[in-house]
C-alpha cells in the first residue's frame, strides 16, 4: 500500500517542482529584459574594470619577474661594487611598475607639465579634443560605410552616388584631425623635452653639481648621454604613450556602446570573456621590454662615452701608437651592445608573430562570428527586414569591431610601450636623485682603496665647517681623496693677504687636493676652514681649460662680452694686457682678430695657452690665485714677468709648482713629505737656495761613497 500511496505524491511534487522552476526562470528571464540594458552596463563596467585590473597586474609581473631576475644576477656576482667602466643606472635600479615608478613618473611629469595654466597643459587639452573628434568621426565613417554597401547592393545609383559625396566630405575634418593629431604629439613631445632638459640643466650646473657627478660620485657614468639622449627618449614616449592610450581606450569605450546596442550584449560579453583570457596567455608570455630597454640605453651610453674619449685623447694615443688597444675596447663596448640588441630583437620576433596572431587573427575571428549575431539570431530592438539592412548592419558593425578590436589590440600593445617609458622615467629620474644628493653632499663612491673601505666610508661621513672670511686660515682640516685616502691628517696653516704661499712635495701628497678643498670643489671632512668666497679665488691649472668661443673670450672667461663691458673693460685695456705676454702676434693669426673662432686648444701651443690663462688672471685680479704647475711650459723671463705683474696687481699667489726659480716669489712654504707629514714656515727664499744647494752637493759627494769603499776593497785585496 505504501508504494501506491507515495507514488501520485511523488508525481505530484515533481510537477510543482518543475512549474516553480518553470516559472522563476520566466521571471528571471522578464526581469532580465526588462532590465537589460541596466544589467550590461554593470557587466560591461565590471568587465572593463577587471581588464584594466589585468593589464595592470602582467606589467606589474613582467617588471616584478626582471626585477628577480636582476637580483638573482647581483646576488650570483655575491658584490655590490660596480664593475669598471659599467653605469650604475639602469644596472642596479629596478624598473618596476610600482609605486616607485609612479613617483618618479610624477616628479617628471610635474616639471614637464609644470601647471593647469602651461603651454603644455593648453596642448594636451586640444590633443584630447582632437582624440575624441577622431573616435565620433569614425563612428560616423563606419555607418556611412555600411550605408554605402546597402545603397550598392540595393543597386541604387543615385544613393550610391550621394553616400560617396558624404564620404568625401567627412574626410575633410577626418584628415585634418590626423593631421592635428599627428602636430600635437610632436610638439608635446618637443615641450617635455625642452622643459625637463631647462630644469637639468639650472641643477647639473650650479653649486658644481656637474663636478660632484663626475669626481665625488660614481652613480652615473654619462650624464651626456643621459642629458641628451634619454630625456629625449623619454619625452618622445611620454607624448607617444598618451594618444596611444587615450585614444584605444575611448575608441574602446564608445564602439563597445555602440556595438553592444547593434549586436547584443550578450555577445559582447562573451567576446570579452575570450579576449581576456587570450590577453592571459600574451601576458604569461611577455619578455620584460622595460629592463630591455633600459640596459640598451646604458650600453649605448657607455660606447659613446669609449669614442668621446678616444677624441678627447686622440693626441696621447696617436704618440703611444695606441689605436689597436682602443680599436679593441671599442669593439668590445660595440659588440656588447650589438648582442644586447640582437637578443631583444629575437625575444621580439617571437614575441611579436604570437601578439599578431591572437590580436588579430583569433580575435578578428571572434570579431567576425559576433558581427554575424543579427544576422543569425534576433537582436531586440532591432528591425532586420531585407537583405540591403541586413548588409549595412554588418558592414557597419564590422567596421566598428574592428575600430574596438584595433583600440583593444593597442591597449594591449600599450604595455610594452609603459614598460618602455619605465625603463626611461627610471635613468632620468636616476639622474635627478644624483643630482639632489649631490647637491645635498651625499655621495656615493665605490671604494677604490689600498686602506681598509670601512674606515674609508666612515672617514668620508664627517663634515668640518667652512666659514666666509678676508683671510685663509686651515684649522686641523684633513685632507681625504673621495676614495677616502688620508692624505694629510689634520692640516693648519694661516694666510693673510701679501702673503705669498709655495706648495711642494712628492707626487700625490695632496697638493692640488688643497685647492679643491679651497675652491669648494671637494668636501671639508673635519676642522674648520676660513676663506673667502668662491669669485674671490682664481685658479690656473697646469693644462689652463680655452673655451669654445672667440679669441676675446680665451682672455675673459668665464665672463662674457656684456659683463666685460659692465666692469668697463675695453679692447684696448685687454691688448695692454697681451702686450705684457708679449701675446699681441695672436691678433694677426686671424682677419677677424678678437672675433675670431677656432678650437683654440689646438691652434695655441702648450706654452701660449699657460700665457693666455695668465693674461686671463690679469684681466680677472682676483684677490687670491692658485697657481697649479701653471709656468710649466714658459721661459724663465716669460715666468718672471708672469709673477712680478701679478703681484703688481696685488694678488695673493698660492702656486704649487716643483720649480726652484720660484722660490723667491713666495713669502711662505708649506713642505708636504708624502707620509701625511708637513712643514708650514716663513721662506727666505736665498738662504732655503743656499742651503738646498749645499745638501745637494753633499748628496753628489754622498753617491761616490759606495765606488770609493769598492775601489779601496780592489786594492787592498791586489
Ligand atoms: N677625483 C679623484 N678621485 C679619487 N682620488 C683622487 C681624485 N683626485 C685626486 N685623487 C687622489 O688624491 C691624491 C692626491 O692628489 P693630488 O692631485 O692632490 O696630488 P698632487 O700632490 O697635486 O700630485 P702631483 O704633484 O702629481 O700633481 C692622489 O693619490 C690622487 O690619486
Same mark, same amino acid.
Given at each position: 500500500?505504501?508504494?501506491?500511496? @507515495?507514488?501520485? &505524491?511523488a508525481?505530484?511534487?515533481?510537477? $510543482?517542482? =518543475?512549474?516553480? %522552476? #518553470?516559472t522563476? !526562470?520566466?521571471?528571471?528571464t522578464?526581469?532580465?529584459?526588462r532590465?537589460?540594458?541596466?544589467? @550590461?552596463?554593470? &557587466?560591461?563596467?565590471?568587465?572593463?574594470? $577587471?581588464? =584594466?585590473?589585468? %593589464? #595592470?597586474?602582467? !606589467?606589474?609581473?613582467?617588471?616584478?619577474?626582471?626585477?628577480?631576475?636582476?637580483?638573482?644576477r647581483?646576488?650570483?656576482?655575491?658584490?655590490?661594487?660596480?664593475?669598471?667602466?659599467?653605469?650604475? %643606472?639602469?644596472?642596479?635600479?629596478?624598473?618596476?611598475?610600482?609605486?616607485?615608478?609612479?613617483?618618479?613618473l610624477?616628479r617628471?611629469?610635474r616639471?614637464?607639465?609644470?601647471?593647469?595654466?602651461?603651454?603644455?597643459?593648453r596642448?594636451?587639452i586640444?590633443?584630447?579634443?582632437f582624440?575624441?573628434?577622431?573616435?565620433l568621426?569614425?563612428?560616423?565613417?563606419?555607418a556611412?560605410?555600411?550605408?554605402?554597401?546597402?545603397?550598392?547592393?540595393?543597386?541604387?545609383?543615385?544613393?550610391?552616388?550621394?553616400r560617396?559625396?558624404?564620404w568625401?566630405?567627412?574626410?575633410?575634418?577626418?584628415t585634418f584631425?590626423?593631421?592635428?593629431?599627428a602636430?600635437?604629439?610632436?610638439?608635446?613631445?618637443?615641450?617635455?623635452?625642452?622643459?625637463?632638459?631647462?630644469?637639468?640643466?639650472?641643477?647639473?650646473?650650479?653649486?658644481?653639481?656637474?663636478?660632484?657627478?663626475?669626481?665625488?660620485?660614481?652613480?652615473?657614468?654619462?650624464?651626456?648621454?643621459?642629458?641628451?639622449v634619454?630625456?629625449?627618449?623619454?619625452?618622445?614616449?611620454?607624448?607617444?604613450?598618451?594618444?596611444?592610450?587615450?585614444?584605444?581606450?575611448?575608441?574602446?569605450?564608445?564602439?563597445?556602446?555602440?556595438?553592444?546596442?547593434?549586436?547584443?550584449?550578450?555577445?559582447?560579453?562573451?567576446?570579452?570573456?575570450?579576449?581576456?583570457l587570450?590577453?592571459?596567455?600574451?601576458r604569461?608570455?611577455t619578455?620584460?621590454?622595460?629592463?630591455?630597454?633600459?640596459?640598451?640605453?646604458?650600453?649605448?651610453?657607455?660606447f659613446?662615452?669609449?669614442?668621446?674619449?678616444?677624441?678627447?685623447h686622440?693626441e696621447?694615443?696617436?704618440?703611444?701608437?695606441?689605436?689597436?688597444?682602443?680599436k679593441?675596447?671599442?669593439?668590445?663596448?660595440?659588440?656588447?651592445?650589438?648582442?644586447?640588441?640582437?637578443?631583444?630583437?629575437?625575444?621580439?620576433?617571437?614575441?611579436?608573430?604570437m601578439?599578431?596572431?591572437?590580436?588579430?587573427?583569433?580575435?578578428?575571428?571572434?570579431?567576425?562570428?559576433?558581427?554575424?549575431?543579427?544576422?543569425?539570431?534576433?537582436?531586440?530592438?532591432?528591425?532586420?527586414?531585407?537583405?540591403?539592412?541586413?548588409?549595412?548592419?554588418?558592414?557597419?558593425?564590422?567596421?566598428?569591431?574592428?575600430?574596438?578590436?584595433?583600440?583593444?589590440g593597442?591597449i594591449?600593445?600599450?604595455?610594452?610601450?609603459?614598460m618602455?617609458?619605465?625603463?626611461?622615467?627610471?635613468?632620468?629620474s636616476?639622474?635627478?636623485?644624483?643630482?639632489?644628493?649631490?647637491?645635498?653632499?651625499?655621495?656615493s663612491?665605490?671604494?677604490?682603496?689600498?686602506?681598509?673601505?670601512?674606515?674609508?666610508?666612515a672617514?668620508?661621513?664627517?663634515?668640518?665647517?667652512?666659514i666666509?672670511?678676508k683671510?685663509?686660515?686651515?684649522?686641523d682640516?684633513?685632507?681625504?681623496?673621495?676614495n677616502?685616502?688620508?692624505?694629510?691628517?689634520?692640516?693648519?696653516?694661516?694666510?693673510?693677504?701679501g702673503?705669498?704661499?709655495?706648495?711642494?712635495?712628492?707626487?700625490?701628497?695632496?697638493?692640488?687636493?688643497?685647492?679643491?678643498?679651497?675652491?669648494?670643489l671637494?668636501?671639508?671632512?673635519g676642522?674648520?676652514?676660513?676663506?673667502?668666497p668662491?669669485?674671490?679665488?682664481?685658479?690656473?691649472?697646469?693644462?689652463?681649460?680655452?673655451?669654445?668661443?672667440?679669441?676675446?673670450?680665451?682672455?675673459?672667461?668665464?665672463?662674457?662680452l656684456?659683463?666685460?663691458?659692465?666692469?668697463?673693460?675695453?679692447?684696448?685695456?685687454?691688448?695692454?694686457?697681451l702686450?705684457?705676454?708679449?701675446?699681441?702676434?695672436?691678433?694677426?693669426?686671424?682677419?677677424?682678430?678678437?672675433?675670431?673662432e677656432?678650437?683654440?686648444?689646438?691652434?695655441?701651443?702648450?706654452?701660449?695657452?699657460q700665457?693666455?690663462?695668465?693674461?686671463?688672471?690679469?684681466y680677472?685680479?682676483?684677490?687670491?690665485?692658485?697657481?697649479?704647475?701653471?709656468?710649466s711650459?714658459?721661459?724663465?723671463?716669460?715666468?718672471?714677468?708672469?709673477?712680478?705683474?701679478?703681484?703688481?696687481?696685488?694678488i695673493?699667489?698660492?702656486?704649487?709648482s716643483?720649480r726652484?726659480?720660484?722660490?723667491?716669489?713666495?713669502?711662505?712654504l708649506?713642505q708636504?713629505?708624502?707620509?701625511?707629514?708637513?712643514?708650514?714656515?716663513?721662506?727666505?727664499?736665498?738662504?732655503r737656495?743656499?742651503?738646498?744647494?749645499?745638501?745637494?752637493?753633499?748628496?753628489?759627494?754622498?753617491?761616490?761613497?759606495p765606488?770609493?769603499?769598492?775601489?779601496?776593497?780592489?786594492?787592498?785585496?791586489?
Amino acid at each position: 500500500m505504501a508504494p501506491t500511496q @507515495s507514488k501520485p &505524491v511523488a508525481l505530484g511534487s515533481a510537477a $510543482a517542482r =518543475a512549474r516553480t %522552476i #518553470r516559472t522563476i !526562470i520566466s521571471q528571471l528571464t522578464s526581469m532580465y529584459l526588462r532590465n537589460r540594458t541596466r544589467i @550590461s552596463r554593470a &557587466v560591461y563596467i565590471t568587465l572593463f574594470v $577587471a581588464l =584594466a585590473n589585468r %593589464i #595592470r597586474q602582467s !606589467i606589474a609581473d613582467q617588471k616584478g619577474d626582471s626585477a628577480r631576475e636582476v637580483q638573482k644576477r647581483t646576488e650570483k656576482a655575491g658584490t655590490t661594487s660596480t664593475p669598471e667602466g659599467e653605469d650604475e %643606472i639602469g644596472k642596479k635600479k629596478r624598473v618596476e611598475l610600482d609605486r616607485e615608478f609612479l613617483r618618479s613618473l610624477m616628479r617628471l611629469l610635474r616639471i614637464a607639465v609644470p601647471g593647469w595654466r602651461s603651454k603644455e597643459t593648453r596642448l594636451l587639452i586640444s590633443h584630447s579634443f582632437f582624440l575624441i573628434m577622431r573616435t565620433l568621426i569614425s563612428l560616423k565613417v563606419a555607418a556611412m560605410d555600411g550605408a554605402i554597401v546597402k545603397a550598392l547592393v540595393k543597386g541604387n545609383g543615385r544613393e550610391f552616388l550621394m553616400r560617396i559625396m558624404w564620404w568625401m566630405m567627412i574626410a575633410v575634418p577626418a584628415t585634418f584631425t590626423n593631421s592635428m593629431l599627428a602636430y600635437h604629439q610632436a610638439e608635446l613631445a618637443l615641450r617635455y623635452r625642452t622643459r625637463l632638459t631647462e630644469y637639468i640643466h639650472d641643477k647639473y650646473l650650479s653649486k658644481l653639481t656637474y663636478y660632484g657627478i663626475s669626481t665625488l660620485d660614481d652613480r652615473i657614468k654619462n650624464a651626456d648621454q643621459l642629458i641628451a639622449v634619454d630625456v629625449t627618449r623619454f619625452s618622445n614616449s611620454l607624448a607617444e604613450l598618451y594618444s596611444n592610450l587615450a585614444k584605444p581606450i575611448l575608441d574602446m569605450t564608445i564602439y563597445t556602446i555602440s556595438l553592444s546596442k547593434s549586436v547584443g550584449g550578450e555577445g559582447v560579453m562573451f567576446m570579452s570573456l575570450l579576449v581576456q583570457l587570450s590577453s592571459g596567455v600574451l601576458r604569461a608570455l611577455t619578455p620584460p621590454f622595460g629592463k630591455y630597454v633600459a640596459d640598451e640605453a646604458r650600453l649605448e651610453g657607455e660606447f659613446r662615452f669609449q669614442h668621446s674619449r678616444l677624441i678627447d685623447h686622440s693626441e696621447e694615443i696617436a704618440l703611444y701608437a695606441g689605436h689597436e688597444a682602443e680599436k679593441d675596447t671599442l669593439d668590445k663596448g660595440y659588440f656588447t651592445l650589438i648582442k644586447h640588441i640582437n637578443y631583444v630583437l629575437r625575444r621580439r620576433f617571437y614575441h611579436g608573430f604570437m601578439e599578431d596572431y591572437i590580436i588579430k587573427y583569433f580575435w578578428g575571428a571572434l570579431g567576425l562570428g559576433l558581427c554575424s549575431a543579427p544576422v543569425f539570431f534576433k537582436i531586440p530592438g532591432q528591425v532586420v527586414s531585407n537583405m540591403g539592412d541586413r548588409t549595412e548592419s554588418f558592414v557597419t558593425n564590422r567596421r566598428m569591431l574592428l575600430g574596438a578590436s584595433d583600440a583593444f589590440g593597442r591597449i594591449m600593445f600599450s604595455y610594452k610601450e609603459i614598460m618602455e617609458l619605465a625603463g626611461y622615467t627610471s635613468r632620468v629620474s636616476s639622474l635627478l636623485e644624483v643630482m639632489d644628493d649631490v647637491q645635498a653632499g651625499i655621495f656615493s663612491k665605490k671604494l677604490v682603496s689600498s686602506s681598509d673601505t670601512e674606515a674609508n666610508a666612515a672617514v668620508l661621513k664627517g663634515r668640518g665647517k667652512v666659514i666666509k672670511s678676508k683671510n685663509i686660515q686651515f684649522i686641523d682640516v684633513p685632507i681625504i681623496s673621495p676614495n677616502g685616502d688620508v692624505l694629510v691628517p689634520a692640516l693648519s696653516f694661516a694666510l693673510e693677504q701679501g702673503d705669498h704661499l709655495l706648495v711642494v712635495g712628492p707626487n700625490g701628497c695632496g697638493k692640488s687636493s688643497l685647492f679643491r678643498i679651497l675652491g669648494g670643489l671637494w668636501p671639508v671632512y673635519g676642522g674648520t676652514v676660513h676663506k673667502p668666497p668662491f669669485s674671490a679665488i682664481f685658479y690656473i691649472p697646469q693644462r689652463p681649460y680655452l673655451s669654445r668661443g672667440t679669441l676675446r673670450q680665451q682672455f675673459i672667461y668665464p665672463d662674457g662680452l656684456r659683463t666685460m663691458h659692465n666692469k668697463g673693460v675695453t679692447d684696448e685695456d685687454l691688448l695692454a694686457i697681451l702686450r705684457i705676454l708679449s701675446l699681441e702676434h695672436l691678433l694677426d693669426l686671424h682677419p677677424d682678430g678678437w672675433d675670431a673662432e677656432a678650437e683654440w686648444r689646438d691652434v695655441l701651443s702648450g706654452g701660449l695657452q699657460q700665457r693666455v690663462a695668465m693674461a686671463r688672471l690679469f684681466y680677472h685680479r682676483p684677490r687670491y690665485a692658485i697657481l697649479d704647475e701653471c709656468t710649466s711650459s714658459v721661459t724663465l723671463d716669460t715666468e718672471k714677468v708672469m709673477y712680478d705683474t701679478a703681484k703688481e696687481l696685488g694678488i695673493t699667489l698660492m702656486t704649487v709648482s716643483h720649480r726652484r726659480s720660484l722660490w723667491k716669489y713666495h713669502t711662505h712654504l708649506l713642505q708636504f713629505d708624502g707620509q701625511g707629514n708637513y712643514v708650514f714656515t716663513r721662506l727666505d727664499a736665498d738662504r732655503r737656495l743656499k742651503l738646498e744647494d749645499e745638501k745637494e752637493e753633499l748628496e753628489v759627494l754622498l753617491r761616490g761613497v759606495p765606488e770609493i769603499e769598492r775601489r779601496i776593497a780592489e786594492l787592498s785585496a791586489e
